[in-house]
């Protein structure tokens, strides 16, 4: 790599050992990026500058490409020790910067990029998104990997003694209490009406977690909290979805948000926990497996609607709505590509996600994407009757098979494989960073 126009075809064919093509591909990406660290930050590079910068970055992804390809499960095989060590994502990517330099950003890199706003930042994300596309497309260490996402995180087991003699857990943004055989987990980001942001997948996920691991508890409830925000004062509201001025101002994680999200914080809802030591060569076990309801209070707008179609018990107030923005936001709304379908067909799935559709609860369109429409006021009683109606061992089971038979943890890996390819993009594609800039130089909203 001698410039910034080098030919495609001078790039390594990456026709050797794994060690011989890692050190050449670790090479040519550090050269990149010298010439890289010669060029102004993004802000301050001109058009000529910037061309170059995008070659360099352009063509550093595809030497990971191509060097992937070839040696992706070798890859992870041998950072996680032929598959017996468990390193959840960002640990993962780490530990793969430092035994494979250039491969994926290393610690120092990220943390200067994460300190930028989204539309300074050169993508380096983007690389974290080809090398998790070819490790979740490569059988052996994409169900591995899957399998550790599904395992209790170390925050909640060092919560579950607390859990247990309380009854009730706060944090920052998630709260979650045992009544009786339920566990209520609340949504509880006040301000910006339950937007998701890194904060609240963390929380979000250690609630779920702390409700898996409790042998009390039979039955998950999932609903939003009252918020203090002046335009919904005094009412609760179920989910605002991302958190747009957070991915504006660079403080959404393509790890820690997007994909730990749908791995670990969704998935364990559909799939339950698993532990090291119940990796299974053929499939996985779930000991902790339960049923969900939700209670859907206001909106659920984006990743909120999202989380609707893991359930399976939703209630909706009657004055509320649902919908996924995809196209105005620009972003692939997580897994819903793949799941709303079989809920609502493939013409108003379009609809919803291309379209920008609402559907509002007393539509007759609602019944195919929430089970119980009730007065505001009805609510409470309807959580609690369908918590009783799923504190059923057969409902376990059921639900169980039915997971299996509407997407099974294989159909489950290829999607999210091309999801962390696609989103990691998008996340840098010019539309998506204009429509940001555009929203957030004349408003403070969140989620919409």
């Not at 359930?311 to 897994?335: C, K, R």
């Amino acid at each position: 790599m001698t410039g910034t126009h080098e030919p495609k075809d001078a790039a390594p064919l990456f026709r050797g050992t794994l060690t011989e093509d890692a050190d050449a591909l670790t090479q040519s990406v550090q050269r990149g990026e010298t010439l890289l660290g010669r060029l102004p930050t993004k802000p301050r590079r001109d058009a000529a500058q910037q061309r170059a910068a995008t070659d360099v970055l352009t063509l550093c992804n595809r030497l990971r490409t191509q060097f992937l390809t070839a040696h992706a499960g070798s890859v992870y095989d041998a950072v996680t020790e032929s598959r017996t060590r468990s390193l959840r994502l960002t640990e993962l990517l780490f530990t793969v910067s430092e035994v494979f330099p250039g491969l994926v950003p290393d610690r120092a890199h990220m943390a200067a990029e994460g300190k930028r706003p989204q539309a300074d930042k050169d993508g380096l994300e983007i690389a974290q998104g080809i090398f998790l596309r070819a490790v979740l497309n490569d059988e052996l260490a994409g169900r591995h990997l899957m399998n550790v996402m599904l395992q209790p995180t170390q925050r909640a087991t060092a919560l579950r003694e607390q859990f247990t003699r309380g009854d009730r857990v706060e944090l920052e943004t998630v709260v979650v209490e045992r009544r009786g055989a339920a566990a209520h987990v609340t949504l509880h980001n006040l301000q910006c009406l339950n937007a998701e942001d890194n904060r609240l997948v963390d929380d979000l996920e250690t609630a779920i977690d702390l409700v898996l691991l409790d042998d009390r508890i039979r039955v998950g409830v999932l609903r939003g909290g009252v918020m203090t925000h002046p335009r919904y004062r005094g009412r609760r509201v179920f989910s605002a979805g991302i958190n747009l001025a957070a991915l504006d101002s660079g403080e959404i994680s393509f790890l820690e948000f997007l994909m730990r999200r749908e791995l670990a914080c969704i998935g364990k809802i559909v799939w339950g926990l698993t532990t090291a030591e119940q990796e299974d060569p053929v499939g996985y076990v779930l000991p902790a497996h339960k049923p969900w309801a939700a209670a859907v209070d206001s909106f659920a707008i984006g990743g909120g609607m999202q989380l609707l179609l893991v359930f399976d018990w939703v209630i909706a107030a009657s004055d509320t709505y649902f919908s996924l923005p995809a196209a105005q936001e620009g972003i692939v709304p997580g897994a819903a590509n793949l799941r709303l379908t079989r809920f609502t067909g493939s013409r108003l799935a379009r609809r919803l996600i291309l379209g920008g559709r609402r559907i509002r609860a007393l539509d007759r369109e609602a019944a195919l994407v929430c089970d119980e429409v009730v007065e505001p006021e009805e609510v409470d009683a309807a959580v609690e009757r369908a918590a009783d109606a799923l504190d059923n061992p057969a409902v376990v089971a059921n639900r169980h098979m039915l997971n299996h038979a509407e997407e099974s943890p294989e159909a489950f890996r290829r999607y999210l494989a091309e999801f962390a390819f696609i989103q990691s993009h998008r996340l840098y594609d010019m539309d998506v960073l204009d429509k940001l800039r555009r929203t957030w130089s004349t408003s403070r909203r969140v989620g919409a």
